[in-house]
């Protein structure tokens, strides 16, 4: 099991970049969106992770972001934009769900109630974060619209943390197993 937990976030960071890949493939031509970033694989890579790696891993998450993004033929403002807002989106999520709670340790599993409000006011203010930067994005790059850019990823990304942070009730902060 010890061996697992040293391997869980690199299996998490090949998911990433393989959904990353994927997310830019499924974007429409015209399109300035790409589909479901990942975001919630790099919010869980985060929770599973020692705190010490998270530097490098939100470095990692961040040049993913830019390298799926600049795949996609945008410029390289929008996927600095798009990025950097990954980056925030990941941090703030992770940064919720590892706050300890009065009377529970840090990163107790989906149990409760309480646990519940966490997961969702996680799951929704990192997204939030992705409306506000990618609308700033739109807007100051003039690549899109920028309202409608804005809404269209931080629903995608929503449905990323959702999908992928529904499973928090296997994972652990400090990358122990229920």
């Given at each position: 099991?010890?061996?697992?937990?040293r391997?869980?976030?690199?299996?998490?960071?090949a998911?990433?970049?393989?959904?990353?890949?994927?997310?830019?493939?499924?974007?429409?031509d015209?399109?300035?969106?790409?589909?479901?970033w990942?975001v919630?694989?790099?919010?869980?890579?985060?929770?599973?992770?020692?705190r010490?790696?998270?530097?490098?891993?939100?470095?990692?998450?961040?040049?993913v972001a830019?390298?799926s993004?600049?795949?996609?033929a945008?410029?390289?403002?929008v996927?600095?934009g798009?990025?950097?807002?990954?980056?925030?989106?990941?941090?703030?999520?992770?940064?919720?769900?590892?706050?300890?709670r009065?009377?529970?340790p840090?990163?107790?599993?989906?149990?409760?109630?309480?646990?519940?409000?966490?997961w969702?006011v996680?799951c929704?203010?990192?997204?939030?974060?992705?409306?506000v930067?990618?609308?700033?994005?739109?807007?100051?790059t003039?690549?899109?619209?920028?309202?409608l850019?804005?809404?269209?990823?931080?629903?995608a990304h929503?449905?990323?943390q959702?999908a992928?942070?529904?499973?928090?009730?296997?994972l652990?902060?400090g990358?122990?197993?229920?």
């Amino acid at each position: 099991m010890e061996v697992w937990l040293r391997v869980r976030p690199a299996v998490l960071l090949a998911t990433l970049v393989v959904c990353a890949l994927a997310s830019s493939l499924s974007a429409p031509d015209a399109g300035f969106v790409a589909g479901v970033w990942p975001v919630g694989l790099g919010t869980g890579m985060l929770l599973v992770s020692p705190r010490r790696q998270a530097p490098a891993l939100l470095a990692v998450i961040f040049l993913v972001a830019l390298g799926s993004v600049a795949w996609l033929a945008q410029p390289l403002d929008v996927a600095l934009g798009h990025a950097v807002g990954v980056v925030l989106e990941v941090s703030l999520a992770a940064w919720i769900l590892a706050r300890p709670r009065r009377g529970a340790p840090g990163g107790a599993s989906l149990r409760t109630d309480r646990d519940l409000r966490q997961w969702l006011v996680a799951c929704l203010a990192s997204s939030l974060v992705g409306v506000v930067v990618m609308a700033v994005t739109a807007g100051i790059t003039d690549v899109g619209r920028p309202v409608l850019t804005g809404v269209s990823v931080g629903i995608a990304h929503l449905a990323g943390q959702l999908a992928k942070l529904g499973h928090r009730h296997v994972l652990q902060v400090g990358g122990g197993v229920d």
